[in-house]
């Protein structure tokens, strides 16, 4: 037999010794001469700082338009089912001026979302199907249908606050006939419009937004009642803003409650960034604005000025909220350490269950 150059050609060693890898049982692999025939690390250990250059998971590239979409598209959808409480009791005022916050929410909400979009028409395109899997596809569709119905709704207000000065003509009856089906339609996708959002974010592989999946719904449904309450309590007089504080003070607790028991069923590695950095600033002063506003709410919302001073106290809060839990979220897609960590925790709690034959877990 015949041996070539490279039969004895041994990888550098560094140090002057070779690192050897021991078996499970603690036996080193490899012989213990010096022909280079042992086996030995190529690589140097894993740090997971990167995965070749890049995140483990890739962070959305969502800017602060689609935290503004998040926060008005909780405004429009709690007006939309207090605009319709106000239909139902007779109180006018509130109605309307729920109905045209409601509208002047998610169009501006709307608008945020085609420009992060880039083109309209990549929003038409989500309407060409209908996916009942997707939280995305299901999302445009809620979003059109309240907007048809809440604008019907709104225009009716906007037509009789102008005395009739708007160009309907014959229309005119058409939409004085729809409005009440039309401020139906506002409140039943209101609800779905307020929180849809929430199960977009959890229903992805992002660590912060998937640990959540279980409880940021009914966070945004909280953000969403007292930010709507709040709007309510800035534009509308007081003698008719009873149901507006109710909905108000009720949401203010549901936000701390829902946040705070969301927080303790999260793994405490994937929750770290809902409390650091500037998404830990928000959050915390969401909590204070949340507290000041439904104190106001609660104890001072028959004047008129505190009202509207606590009003605007509950929309900063909602605001703070979904900036606060949209970059946190995309913080944490950013360092690995946040994804490792928490499979790590659940590998082996599997393990620790005697789980060790499924697609997860080996016997090892």
Same mark, same amino acid.
């Given at each position: 037999?015949?041996?070539?150059?490279?039969?004895?050609?041994?990888?550098?060693?560094?140090?002057?010794?070779?690192?050897?890898?021991?078996?499970?049982?603690?036996?080193?692999?490899?012989?213990?001469?010096?022909?280079?025939?042992?086996?030995?690390?190529?690589?140097?250990?894993?740090?997971?700082?990167?995965?070749?250059?890049?995140?483990?998971?890739?962070?959305?590239?969502?800017?602060?338009?689609?935290?503004?979409?998040?926060?008005?598209?909780?405004?429009?959808?709690?007006?939309?089912?207090?605009?319709?409480?106000?239909?139902?009791?007779?109180?006018?005022?509130?109605?309307?001026?729920?109905?045209?916050?409601?509208?002047?929410?998610?169009?501006?909400?709307?608008?945020?979302?085609?420009?992060?979009?880039?083109?309209?028409?990549?929003?038409?395109?989500?309407?060409?199907?209908?996916?009942?899997?997707?939280?995305?596809?299901?999302?445009?569709?809620?979003?059109?249908?309240?907007?048809?119905?809440?604008?019907?709704?709104?225009?009716?207000?906007?037509?009789?606050?102008?005395? +009739?000065? %708007?160009? $309907? !003509?014959?229309? *005119?009856?058409?939409?004085?006939?729809?409005?009440? @089906?039309?401020?139906? /339609?506002? &409140?039943?996708?209101?609800?779905?419009?307020?929180?849809?959002?929430?199960?977009?974010?959890?229903?992805?592989?992002?660590?912060?937004?998937?640990?959540?999946?279980?409880?940021?719904?009914?966070?945004?449904?909280?953000?969403?009642?007292?930010?709507?309450?709040?709007?309510?309590?800035?534009?509308?007089?007081?003698?008719?803003?009873?149901?507006?504080?109710?909905?108000?003070?009720?949401?203010?607790?549901?936000?701390?409650?829902?946040?705070?028991?969301?927080?303790?069923?999260?793994?405490?590695?994937?929750?770290?960034?809902?409390?650091?950095?500037?998404?830990?600033?928000?959050?915390?002063?969401?909590?204070?604005?949340?507290?000041?506003?439904?104190? +106001?709410? %609660?104890? $001072? !919302?028959?004047? *008129?000025?505190?009202?509207?001073?606590?009003?605007? @106290?509950?929309?900063? /809060?909602? &605001?703070?909220?979904?900036?606060?839990?949209?970059?946190?979220?995309?913080?944490?897609?950013?360092?690995?350490?946040?994804?490792?960590?928490?499979?790590?925790?659940?590998?082996?709690?599997?393990?620790?269950?005697?789980?060790?034959?499924?697609?997860?877990?080996?016997?090892?």
């Amino acid at each position: 037999m015949t041996t070539s150059p490279y039969d004895a050609y041994r990888p550098p060693e560094q140090g002057g010794r070779r690192r050897r890898l021991r078996r499970p049982g603690g036996r080193r692999r490899g012989g213990g001469g010096a022909d280079g025939a042992r086996e030995m690390p190529m690589v140097p250990d894993a740090e997971f700082t990167s995965y070749y250059g890049k995140p483990v998971v890739k962070a959305p590239p969502w800017g602060p338009e689609i935290a503004a979409y998040l926060f008005l598209g909780g405004v429009a959808g709690g007006s939309g089912l207090l605009a319709y409480g106000a239909q139902l009791t007779g109180r006018k005022l509130l109605c309307r001026n729920a109905r045209i916050g409601a509208m002047l929410a998610i169009a501006l909400g709307s608008g945020a979302l085609v420009k992060d979009l880039g083109r309209p028409d990549r929003f038409y395109n989500m309407l060409r199907t209908v996916k009942l899997t997707s939280p995305m596809s299901l999302g445009s569709w809620i979003l059109t249908a309240y907007s048809g119905g809440m604008g019907l709704a709104a225009a009716s207000e906007v037509d009789r606050l102008t005395g +009739g000065r %708007l160009p $309907l !003509g014959p229309l *005119r009856r058409v939409l004085s006939a729809v409005e009440p @089906a039309a401020g139906v /339609a506002g &409140a039943v996708f209101g609800a779905p419009l307020a929180v849809y959002t929430a199960v977009l974010l959890s229903d992805t592989a992002n660590p912060t937004w998937n640990a959540a999946h279980r409880d940021l719904p009914f966070v945004f449904a909280s953000s969403a009642s007292l930010a709507a309450g709040g709007l309510a309590m800035v534009t509308t007089p007081t003698r008719e803003t009873r149901p507006a504080r109710v909905l108000a003070v009720l949401g203010v607790a549901g936000d701390l409650l829902a946040t705070r028991y969301m927080e303790r069923r999260m793994d405490p590695v994937a929750a770290e960034p809902l409390h650091h950095g500037r998404p830990g600033t928000l959050l915390r002063w969401s909590e204070r604005l949340a507290i000041a506003g439904g104190v +106001g709410a %609660l104890l $001072l !919302g028959r004047n *008129r000025v505190c009202a509207a001073v606590a009003g605007a @106290a509950l929309l900063g /809060a909602s &605001a703070c909220t979904r900036f606060g839990v949209l970059e946190a979220g995309i913080n944490s897609a950013k360092d690995p350490r946040y994804t490792i960590e928490p499979q790590r925790r659940r590998l082996a709690a599997r393990r620790a269950a005697g789980i060790t034959d499924d697609s997860i877990t080996t016997a090892g």
